[in-house]
Nanobody, 128 residues
Framework: QVQLVESGGGLVQAGGSLRLSCAASGRTFSNYAAGWFRQAPGKEREFVAAISWSGGSTYYAESVKGRLTISRDNAKNSVYLYMNSLKPEDTAVYYC?????????????????????WGQGTQVTVSS
């Protein structure tokens, strides 16, 4: 198994930036594709971004393209989400997730049900 711990959330004004980090421990993190999801109050959890095991493939929700960037550093067992030009509608709890279903491929899923490991979440609040 792999354990995931998110950090970096906080309160920021609209137009501001944050960097979320997800630290992994337990198994060889480079075996895992990773993703970021978010859940706003009263809403279902939604896909934000995903990255393949090597970082060679990335995927984004339309609502965040051009503003958020996912990356990873397997030597540090970490995945990051760089968030720029933040909007109030980005306010949510952000979750890091990982799966080894795509081991050996440059694929990462956009579907939360295909991720087996989840962090506890970090709150991002964007004020207008």
């Amino acid at each position: 198994q792999v354990q995931l711990v998110e950090s970096g959330g906080g309160l920021v004004q609209a137009g501001g930036s944050l960097r979320l980090s997800c630290a992994a421990s337990g198994r060889t993190f480079s075996n895992y594709a990773a993703g970021w999801f978010r859940q706003a109050p009263g809403k279902e959890r939604e896909f934000v971004a995903a990255i393949s095991w090597s970082g060679g493939s990335t995927y984004y929700a339309e609502s965040v393209k051009g503003r958020l960037t996912i990356s990873r550093d397997n030597a540090k067992n970490s995945v990051y989400l760089y968030m720029n030009s933040l909007k109030p509608e980005d306010t949510a709890v952000y979750y890091c997730a990982a799966t080894d279903r795509y081991l050996g491929t440059e694929v990462a899923s956009l579907r939360s049900r295909e991720y087996d490991y989840w962090g506890q979440g970090t709150q991002v609040t964007v004020s207008s």
